[in-house]
C-alpha cells in the first residue's frame, strides 16, 4: 500500500508565499514522475508542476517564475516552493507519484494524496 501525504498548505497574503511537501511512504520499489495538481472551486483540475526522477522540472505558464518544484529521493519526498503568490492560486493541491510496481520495472501505478488548501487573500 502506498500513501501520497501533502502538508505546508494554509492562508497567506497575495504576495506571500508557501512550500508544499508531499511524502510518499508504504511499498515503494521506485518512484519516477511526480506532480503538484491544483483544482480551484468550479474549475478543472490542472497541472501545476512536475519532477522526473532525476529532477527535470515542468511548469505551467502560469506559475513559471514564482514556483520550483524539487524533489529529495532518499527521503521520498517533493516540494512546490510557492513565492509571489497571487489570489488565482487559490486551489486545493493534491500530489501524484508514479509507484513502479517492482524494482527495475517500467510498468507504474498512478497514486495520489488527499490534497491541501491554499488560499491566497488579496
Known amino acids: 500500500q502506498v500513501q501520497l501525504v501533502e502538508s505546508g498548505g494554509g492562508l497567506v497574503q497575495s504576495g506571500g508565499s508557501l512550500r508544499l511537501s508531499c511524502v510518499a511512504s508504504g511499498n515503494l520499489p521506485g518512484i519516477g514522475v511526480m506532480r503538484w495538481y491544483r483544482q480551484a472551486p468550479g474549475k478543472q483540475r490542472e497541472m501545476v508542476a512536475s519532477?522526473?526522477?532525476?529532477?527535470?522540472?515542468w511548469y505551467r505558464d502560469s506559475v513559471k517564475g514564482r514556483f520550483t518544484i524539487f524533489r529529495d529521493n532518499a527521503k521520498n519526498t517533493m516540494y512546490l516552493q510557492m513565492n509571489s503568490l497571487k489570489p488565482e492560486d487559490t486551489a486545493v493541491y493534491l500530489c501524484?507519484?508514479?509507484?513502479?510496481?517492482?524494482?527495475?520495472?517500467?510498468?507504474?501505478?498512478?497514486?495520489w494524496g488527499q490534497g491541501i488548501q491554499v488560499t491566497v487573500s488579496s
Open positions: 501524484g507519484a508514479e509507484v513502479f510496481l517492482t524494482s527495475g520495472s517500467m510498468q507504474f501505478e498512478n497514486y
Open positions: 519532477i522526473s526522477s532525476d529532477g527535470n522540472p
